[in-house]
């Protein structure tokens, strides 16, 4: 492309004897470059090929961890289709009824219309309740870039925590949350901090499913901390960690279970990361796990 330069030095950009590009140095009078210039222009040209495929390595991680995350937040959501069928069954179950008693207020002689009116407001608010119940669901599986907002955390909590309500009543686990107020303001992506405790909640449920004596318990509790964030604590009654995986936890491909992929904690660990805070696990005595995970605030 003529610029009106009059001396002009093109440089190939090589990847594995590979030209993927070209730089080029222009001058607009004619003067020849020196041997010297050539040569710090020739180690400019490698060092902008290393910065290149840098860049495209690092382009493609995030596309990868991106599609992996996806892949994890369908695979935990599949684990309890049977229970999100159930949760959604139950609303288009009751409006079911109460239109055919609206249909029976309705053939009374006369018409029983102030039972009729009651029976169709519930109509309208089961069907508001299964509506929210799919809008969860394509929240927390939808695939989207990252996108950083202000997220109230008590709430997102509980929209994941109604989710897997039905999986938690089947099992036999009891649910209690202690969520601060005030909380700070926390800037993050909804979705990943949703799949996050989805994971975590996930896992309790799974690991107390087998405990015989005892009660099932699941304990989800949010807090303040200082310098200025929030520390969300999920805590159960299950068999706990052995000691010797506690350091391998985290590890990508290391599982506990049968039948597990060992992505969802390496996954969560490098959400919470990735927004500035720390994800960590410890055992409780006399039995269980507790996870905790902090972010900063915005």
């Not at 730089?23 to 041997?35: A, S």
């Not at 008693?101 to 089961?126: Q, R, T």
């Not at 506690?246 to 060992?262: A, S």
């Amino acid at each position: 492309m003529n610029r009106g330069f009059r001396t002009c030095l093109f440089v190939p950009l090589l990847k594995d004897n590979e030209i993927i590009g070209v730089i080029g140095l222009g001058r607009k009078q004619v003067q020849p470059f020196t041997d010297r210039q050539i040569s710090l222009f020739v180690d400019f040209a490698a060092q902008a090929t290393i910065a290149l495929e840098s860049t495209r390595r690092e382009r493609q991680y995030r596309e990868a961890q991106s599609e992996l995350a996806h892949a994890n937040r369908v695979e935990t959501m599949g684990q309890i289709t049977a229970s999100i069928a159930h949760e959604i069954k139950q609303p288009i179950a009751t409006a079911r009824n109460n239109a055919r008693a609206a249909l029976n207020f309705l053939g009374m002689h006369p018409p029983d219309l102030s039972e009729v009116k009651e029976a169709l407001d519930c109509i309208v608010a089961d069907a508001d309740r299964a509506g929210d119940i799919v809008d969860r669901i394509g929240s927390c599986i939808k695939k989207a870039p990252p996108r950083k907002e202000v997220v109230d955390v008590n709430a997102a909590i509980l929209e994941v925590t109604a989710l897997t309500r039905s999986e938690a009543i089947k099992t036999g686990v009891t649910v209690g949350t202690q969520l601060a107020g005030e909380l700070p303001r926390i800037q993050c992506d909804r979705v990943q901090l949703q799949q996050v405790m989805l994971n975590l909640i996930v896992n309790a449920i799974q690991s107390m499913s087998g405990v015989e004596d005892g009660n099932r318990e699941l304990h989800i509790s949010t807090v303040s901390i200082e310098p200025e964030g929030v520390c969300v604590a999920v805590r159960d009654t299950g068999h706990g960690l052995r000691p010797e995986s506690l350091p391998r936890l985290f590890e990508p491909f290391y599982t506990t279970k049968p039948d597990g992929m060992g992505m969802g904690l390496s996954i969560c660990r490098s959400i919470i990361e990735a927004h500035g805070g720390r994800l960590w696990a410890t055992g409780c005595e006399p039995r269980g796990a507790l996870f905790r995970f902090t972010i900063p605030a915005d």
